[in-house]
């Protein structure tokens, strides 16, 4: 898997496997391409060269069905700015939703599991994390899905 931005390889030939329960982190100095390597693993942005699957899914083909597969929290994520769905939704593509869908993206948002220190911080909704965070830079946030 490659990725060159103009004559600089970010990515240049990784190649690895990574089997169900395994545990896998990227080390390396800055600069070396590990954020560049998970933004290709999450359809963010599209391989030079070389072929990715997530679940059997490939990243250029089937970039929807690898997202339906994965999470991804990056290091500097936008829960530290103002939170806009379809502000973020449609910075790639026009999207139209019902209110069906609205509905269960709301009932989502309200389920938002939060873990501060080690402990389970419970019924607080995106918009109670985000005033909790706006101080606190150190809060760690995970997210359960669906």
């Known amino acids: 898997l490659s990725k060159h931005f103009g ?3 970010a990515v240049d030939n ?3 496997e ?4 395994q545990i896998l982190g990227f080390l390396g ?4 391409g590990k954020t560049t390597t998970m933004k290709m693993l999450c359809c963010y942005t599209e391989p030079t060269e070389g072929t990715a699957s997530v679940e059997g899914y490939d990243v250029k083909t089937s970039p929807l069905l690898v997202r339906k597969q994965i999470g991804y929290l ?3 994520n936008p829960l530290y700015e103002e939170i806009s769905l379809i502000k973020e939704l449609g910075k790639e593509k026009t999207v139209i939703f019902s209110s069906h869908i609205m509905q269960e993206v709301q009932a989502l948002c309200d389920r938002v599991v939060i873990i501060n220190n080690g402990n389970l ?3 607080e909704s995106i918009d109670t994390l985000r005033n909790r ?5 150190s ?8």
């Open 7 to 9: 004559t600089q390889k």
């Open 14 to 16: 990784l190649s690895f």
């Open 121 to 123: 911080v419970a019924d």
């Open 133 to 137: 965070m706006e101080g606190n830079r």
């Open 139 to 146: 809060v760690r946030v995970e997210f359960a899905q669906k």
């Open 74 to 76: 990056p290091e500097h």
């Open 18 to 21: 990574a089997h169900p329960g």
């Open 29 to 32: 100095p800055n600069g070396a």
